[in-house]
């Protein structure tokens, strides 16, 4: 059997966007992942199907005889998954050579004569203080940077660090693992020389969406309030704040998505830029119809139809797909004109590089229906309309009035999920929200059936509801959601709620 390869691939600090090109082709072509606590999990999802996902760690504070054993077997493991033929994936956050035993990993691999590669990340001891807005080194105020672990060991014993050697070498300090022992770390630095007035910076959790930056001073950093894992920075530049990650406008706001994760991806590419926390709790999904009989059938003899209808991009998609599906041929399409019922559906009818014969530019079905009356009218023409389970039906009424023969086929529908992934649960369980976002009336309805009732009490106590328009929050107002943002009439769009929220929240005091 070929032999396998071990990756010690560098996660990056926290950020999922901050893993490197190649670290992520490692994660995509991975037959198996070891990963623990200070690697983002989000990064799994990249994992290829199949891949076989190891959580080997707990926090790596963690007692240290039993860091000594839990070593022992990530490299067991290591050598076990490559004999076997397999690509592993040793994923570890920041970078992989910097502190956290990367170099014992190597070791391991090297002494049992097992491939390896390196995959550098980015590490914490310089992203942790880039998003807080610290340059670790500066032309005028620190001409180098220190990385040195505040981990018992550097305290005592074999791998003493010389802290006060450190303090008169001067420059920035970045001190990681420090947080146990920051009380001792900074008598030491100020015995050794380092003023008690100089500036100390604490990044907890940085260049993640819950980071926190406390500033004091070397004196006062014993008394700060602190938790794991941060760094912490130490020098003139700890007295610099170019702050730009915590001060974006929606920074430490958490939002739910409740939209299809499929159609999620602008409202959640919005609210992330503007720094928000972005929880996706899908409560939508799309299915085919119950009977595709109606579908087959209007696709058998398509040609007999004068114009094709499509009212939503997905019935476009579940269209064609099953066209596909049937081994059928788009040139049955030839003489049949095609209208959309808005610019994302035609856009859709155009990636399958067809052309669309009618669009209004008003995007609802009385928009259509002006068009067609426009166009001349449909009298004695055959029209087939694609559309989802349950629709408006003014469409087909209005285009029948016309003297059109109308013939409505469902080609999907949209249902509820069984249940919210297991994340979302014991998020909403911790109370890790601050604002649920509602893009239609299903959605803010499925939400609260999804919640159940007693944990709908107290989400809609404490959670604030954005809305894309009027009728959408009046369900979410009969739901018991206090809505504070709804895009004005000229707006409604995803987009406009977004402005709404950001308005909302520009206009409370920000703590
Ligand atoms: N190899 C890692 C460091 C591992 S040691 C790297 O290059 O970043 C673990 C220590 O890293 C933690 O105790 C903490 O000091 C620091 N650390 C890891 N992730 C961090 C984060 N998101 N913010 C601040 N510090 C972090």
């Known amino acids: 059997m070929a032999e396998g390869k071990v990756y010690l691939v560098g996660a990056g600090p926290g950020d999922p966007e901050l893993l490197t090109v190649k670290g992520l082709r490692c994660v995509r072509q991975a037959d198996v992942i070891l990963y623990d606590g200070l690697a983002n999990p989000d990064l799994l999802e990249e994992a290829p199907e199949g891949c076989e996902v190891i959580d080997v760690g707990k926090h790596i504070d963690g007692h240290r005889r039993d860091r000594d054993r839990q070593q022992a077997e990530i490299d067991a493991t290591m050598l076990e998954k490559a004999r076997a033929g397999l690509n592993v994936v040793r ?20 002494s049992a004569g097992v491939p390896f590669e390196v995959v550098p990340g980015i590490t914490s001891a310089i992203a942790a203080p880039a998003y807080a807005g610290i340059p670790v080194t500066h032309r005028t105020l620190s001409p180098y940077v220190t990385f040195v672990t505040g981990h018992r060991a550097s305290l005592e014993g074999a791998q003493d660090v010389d802290w006060e050697g450190l303090a008169r070498l001067g420059g920035t300090l970045v001190v990681l693992m420090g947080v146990r022992n920051r009380a001792e770390v900074a008598a030491r630095l100020m015995v050794g020389g380092y003023a008690s007035d100089t500036p100390v910076a604490v990044v ?34 700890a007295g610099l704040d170019f702050s730009w990650f915590e001060s974006r406008p929606l920074f430490g706001v958490r939002v ?50 004068d114009w094709v209808v499509f009212s939503s991009a997905n019935g476009v998609e579940r269209f064609f797909g099953r066209m596909l599906d049937l081994e059928g041929d788009l040139r049955a399409l030839k003489g049949v004109r095609i209208a959309a019922v808005g610019p994302a559906t035609a856009e ?3 990636a399958y590089y067809l052309g669309v014969d009618l669009c209004p530019s008003h995007h609802v079905a009385e928009g259509l229906v002006e068009a067609f009356e426009q166009e001349g009218g449909v009298a ?11 629709a408006r039906e003014v469409l087909a009424g209005a285009l029948r009035e016309m003297g059109g023969e109308v013939q409505e086929v469902v080609v999907y529908r949209t249902v509820r999920p ?28 499925h939400f609260a059936d999804l919640l159940g009732f007693h944990r709908l009490e107290r989400v809609r106590a404490r959670v604030l509801a954005a809305s894309i328009g009027p009728s959408t929050s009046q369900t979410a107002r009969d739901l018991g959601f206090r809505v504070v943002a709804e895009p004005p009439e000229g707006d409604i769009s995803v987009p406009g709620m977004v402005r709404a929220i950001l308005a909302y929240y520009q206009g409370q005091t920000r703590v």
């Open 91 to 110: 994923l570890k956050g920041g970078d992989p050579f910097v502190f956290g035993r990367g170099g014992e990993e190597a070791e391991a691999l090297q």
């Open 256 to 305: 739910a998505v409740t939209r299809m994760r499929k159609q999620a991806g602008e409202l959640v590419g919005l609210l992330q830029a503007l720094g928000a926390e972005v929880l996706e709790a899908p409560t939508v999904r799309i299915e085919g119809p119950a009977d595709w009989g109606p579908v087959d059938r209007a696709i058998g003899g398509i040609e007999a139809y």
């Open 380 to 390: 004695g023409k055959r029209i087939l309309i694609l559309r989802p389970e349950r």
């Open 204 to 237: 907890q959790r940085g260049t993640l969406p819950s980071q926190k930056t406390v500033r004091t001073t070397l004196e006062g950093l014993a008394e700060v309030d602190v938790t794991n894992p941060a760094a912490i920075v130490v020098g003139q530049v």
């Open 348 to 350: 859709k009818v155009a």
């Open 418 to 445: 069984g249940a919210f992934p297991a994340g979302v649960v014991s998020r909403l369980g911790r109370g890790e929200l601050d604002l649920v976002t509602f893009t239609s009336a299903s959605t803010a309805r």
